[in-house]
């Protein structure tokens, strides 16, 4: 069946640092991907999305690229603030429903 | 404009009673889902709702769960005799077309 696979965590990095956040998915079609993230105390937001492939999402300074080739959509941040600290989930699917992956916590210090 | 909205923002109650969760979706959006996060096993989908078609009930866990969406709006969620594992934060969304959009949840604990 379908499913996500993203990197375990927990991550913590320093400020500044660059962030990079795997994620693979096995799909029987072509789905929609997406990157939510859950602040501390608050609900799931849409951070960005894809809808085929060589797409690139981009939001708040952060990207990933709908790869086909390796089924994967890895969110990056080229300098990652203390106000990034969130859950992040990684997400495919369409209208009927999302398929999502186990989430990364990401902790960032000053 | 009004998000997704879901009452009651907790629930507490003793194993074996039943349990309501509503879910106001944002107004114009055809499509409804119930998700469940929980530590073990992450986020969940449970059952998902559009338009007047028959709602895809393919994630609920087990016959004790059940859902309704009145009049392509409002939807409730009910739990049948709960049980300690069904301890989790029940999420809502709604969407127009492929993105959804996420109420703050409900956090049912089951004693």
């Known amino acids: 069946g379908d499913s996500v696979t993203q990197m375990e965590g927990p991550v913590t990095l320093s400020e500044e640092a660059f962030l990079t956040i795997n994620c693979t998915y096995t799909a029987t079609g072509y789905p929609s991907l997406f990157w939510y993230v859950q602040y501390p105390g608050e609900g799931l937001q849409l951070l960005l999305k894809?809808?085929?492939?060589?797409d690139k999402g981009s939001n708040k300074g952060f990207e990933a690229t709908y790869r086909k080739e390796t089924t994967s959509f890895h969110l990056e941040k080229g300098s990652v603030q203390v106000s990034d600290s969130a859950v992040y989930f990684c997400a495919q699917g369409g209208s009927e429903k999302l398929v999502f992956g186990k989430g990364t916590k990401l902790t960032v210090n000053p | 404009g009004a998000g997704v909205s879901q009452s009651p923002s907790n629930k507490v109650t003793e194993k074996g009673k039943d349990v309501e969760l509503r879910c106001d979706p944002i107004s114009g959006h055809t499509a409804l889902y119930w998700y469940r996060q929980s530590l073990g096993q992450g986020l969940e989908f449970l059952i998902y709702?559009?338009?007047?078609?028959?709602?895809?009930k393919s994630g609920l866990p087990s016959d004790r769960f059940s859902a309704e969406r009145t009049g392509g709006s409002v939807s409730t969620l009910t739990i049948q005799r709960t049980q300690q594992e069904d301890s989790a934060v029940y999420l809502c969304a709604s969407s127009l077309d492929n993105e959804q959009f996420f109420g703050p949840g409900t956090r049912l604990t089951v004693l």
């Open positions: 894809a809808t085929k492939a060589d």
């Open positions: 709702f559009q338009g007047n078609s028959a709602p895809d």
